[in-house]
Every structure is written in structure tokens, then in C-alpha cells.
Antibody, heavy 119, light 114 residues
Framework: QVQLQESGPGLVKPSQTLSLTCTVSGGSINSGGYYWNWIRQHPGKGLEWIGYFYNTGSTYYNPSLRSRVTISVDTSKNQFSLKLTSITAADTAVYYC????????????WGQGTIVTVS | DIVLTQSPESLAVSLGERATINCKSSQSVLYGSYNKHFLAWYQQKPGQAPKLLIYWASTRESGVPDRFSGSGSGTNFTLTISNLQAEDVAVYYCQQYYHTPMYTFGQGTKLEIK
């Protein structure tokens, strides 16, 4: 059973770069042709898709965040990561990693989420 | 981007009764080649991550109780929870994966027990 677990700092200062990692267990990040995503949820609000990494090396980001986002993978550690630069209070949110079975599919597995506060 | 509008924003239903949540899309999410609607429903309980309930608008994810059902076509979709249980208290979201990769979610519907 594949599981995802986010990790990273809970508190980040404005203007800094946020770095989060999602560790995949129970399966290889390289297998199955899955799409590995980051999604966030502002306090008391809905869900915002940030971007994905696909195991061919391709990435795609939400245009609203594209200038500040990088998603990468470390296959040796079975992890994928999110970097968000020039953060502000508006980036305070719960950040989730999630898997999609294909590019045209729902998110079937989610991490538990990690709270990030910008202050 | 495809905008998903859910209604109502919140609802309270008695135990054992039926809850109905609607999701309206700003454009069709029917993928003609597949003859499937690229729409999913999620359940998010307090302090937890969203959980996939329904995909292709009406296909139940493995392990999801059959009291959860999805229906609809074109731009109008419904999540129905029959025989409401206390553990069904949550916020429910619809999501489209038609206009990939710009995935979007509805604003959520909060379900409570009356």
C-alpha cells in the first residue's frame, strides 16, 4: 500500500524559500507512470493545485505560481520536493502531496499534510 | 480555467437520512473519446487530508461504502450520501480533471448532523 508523507519546516520567514519533501513508501516513485502532485489549502479555505512531476522528468505548474515554484524528484530517496520562492503570508497553508494514476485522473493517494506558517 | 460551483455551502441532515450535494461546472467535463466525465468527489474530515470517494463522476473508489454515490452529466453533478452516518460529517469537494493539468476544485460543502 503506497503511502505519502510530507516533511518540512512549519515556520518560514517572509521572502525566504519554502522547501517541502514528500516521501513515498510502499512503492517506487519511478514505477507505474504516476503523476506526483503538490496541493495546498489556505486556512479554512478550499484546495489549490500547485503542480506535478511526472517520471519522464516533465513538470507542470499552476500559472498563478509558476514563476515561484519548482517540483523535483530524488529517486534514490524515493522522494519528490516542492520549492516555493519569495514567500509571503499568503502562502500560509496546509501543503499536501498527492498521487494521480494518470494525467487525466483523480488524486487517489494523499499525504497527511504539513502546516506551513509564514511569519 | 474550469470553475466548479458547489451547492449548498453547508447542510444539516438527520442520521439515517439522505444528503445531496451539487457541483456545477462552468463547462462540460465529458471527454467524448472516453465517454466519461472527468469529475471526482472527495471527503475531508477535520484535521485530515481529502479522501477520494468517487471518480469518473460515478465510479466508487475501492473501499468506499456503497451509501456514497455519484451521478450527473455534462455540467451538473451530484454526490448522494444515503443512510447518513455520524462519521460522514465532513467537508465534501468536487474536482475536475478534464482541463488538465489545470486541476480545479469546488469551494466545498460542509455536511453536519441535524
Amino acid at each position: 500500500q503506497v503511502q505519502l508523507q510530507e516533511s518540512g519546516p512549519g515556520l518560514v520567514k517572509p521572502s525566504q524559500t519554502l522547501s517541502l519533501t514528500c516521501t513515498v513508501s510502499g512503492g517506487s516513485i519511478n514505477s507505474g507512470g504516476y503523476y506526483w502532485n503538490w496541493i495546498r489549502q489556505h486556512p479554512g479555505k478550499g484546495l489549490e493545485w500547485i503542480g506535478y512531476f511526472y517520471n519522464t522528468g516533465s513538470t507542470y505548474y499552476n500559472p498563478s505560481l509558476r514563476s515561484r515554484v519548482t517540483i523535483s524528484v530524488d529517486t534514490s530517496k524515493n522522494q519528490f520536493s516542492l520549492k516555493l520562492t519569495s514567500i509571503t503570508a499568503a502562502d500560509t497553508a496546509v501543503y499536501y502531496c498527492a498521487r494521480a494514476r494518470t494525467i487525466t485522473d483523480a488524486f487517489d493517494i494523499w499525504g497527511q499534510g504539513t502546516i506551513v506558517t509564514v511569519s | 480555467d474550469i470553475v466548479l460551483t458547489q451547492s449548498p455551502e453547508s447542510l444539516a441532515v438527520s442520521l439515517g437520512e439522505r444528503a445531496t450535494i451539487n457541483c456545477k461546472s462552468s463547462q462540460s467535463v465529458l471527454y467524448g473519446s472516453y465517454n466519461k466525465h472527468f469529475l471526482a468527489w472527495y471527503q475531508q474530515k477535520p484535521g485530515q487530508a481529502p479522501k477520494l470517494l468517487i471518480y469518473w463522476a460515478s465510479t466508487r473508489e475501492s473501499g468506499v461504502p456503497d451509501r456514497f454515490s455519484g451521478s450527473g452529466s455534462g455540467t451538473n453533478f451530484t454526490l448522494t450520501i444515503s443512510n447518513l452516518q455520524a462519521e460522514d460529517v465532513a467537508v465534501y469537494y468536487c474536482q475536475q480533471y478534464y482541463h488538465t493539468p489545470m486541476y480545479t476544485f469546488g469551494q466545498g460543502t460542509k455536511l453536519e448532523i441535524k
